[in-house]
């Protein structure tokens, strides 16, 4: 992030399985939703056109990538 990207705003999303913060900041000319999980120490920022291919995905899909991470 630069000096010119700024949180709009910040709230946390849990369960009993995980919580991850979650904030949507301002980047570059638009924003980007920025997704961290302290347990796991990573984070991730996502822009509009991920986040559209994101809502498209089916639960399958989803499953097959929950499934892929707990592999490792």
């Known amino acids: 992030m630069t000096e010119d990207d700024e949180t709009l705003v910040e709230f946390r999303v849990s369960n009993e399985f ?12 638009g924003e980007r939703l920025m997704v961290r999980s302290h347990s796991r120490n990573t984070s991730i ?28």
């Open 18 to 29: 995980a919580f991850v913060d979650v904030a949507l900041q301002k980047f570059g000319n």
């Open 45 to 72: 920022l996502l822009d509009p056109v991920v986040l559209e291919v994101l809502s498209s995905l089916t639960p399958p899909d989803l499953e097959a990538l929950v499934a892929r991470d707990l592999d490792r």
